[in-house]
């Protein structure tokens, strides 16, 4: 599942309300996923994704992955496939996330 991204019910962080948003998987972990989020609102540390980024499906328009921040995702959440990103771009958000966060 790494590189994919779904539709999920992203919930706000008070978990008060959620919206339905696409996510990117960095991760599995067993029955969990390690996600970032997209967006189309430019703000500082997010990378821009179009489907020149994308091996497999399509993305409704162009959007920006926000980065570092991430979240665990349970896989039963995630109900539709959106695509997949081409093993390039996937290897330069893993260096972006990589310096966000401060990992070697």
């Given at each position: 599942m790494v590189g994919k991204i779904y539709l999920?019910?992203?919930y706000f962080t008070d978990l008060s309300e959620y919206k339905i948003r696409p996510v990117l998987i960095i991760k599995e972990l067993d029955e969990d996923c390690i996600c970032l989020q997209f967006t189309s609102k430019y703000k500082d540390n997010q990378l821009a994704i179009s489907n020149f980024d994308i091996k497999d499906g399509v993305l409704k328009k162009d959007s920006l992955i926000v980065v570092p921040k991430n979240f665990t995702l349970h896989k039963s959440i995630m109900f539709k496939y959106i695509a997949?990103?081409?093993e390039k771009k996937l290897q330069e958000i893993f260096k972006i996330f990589c310096q966000e966060i401060g990992c070697n």
């Open positions: 999920a019910k992203i997949k990103i081409k």
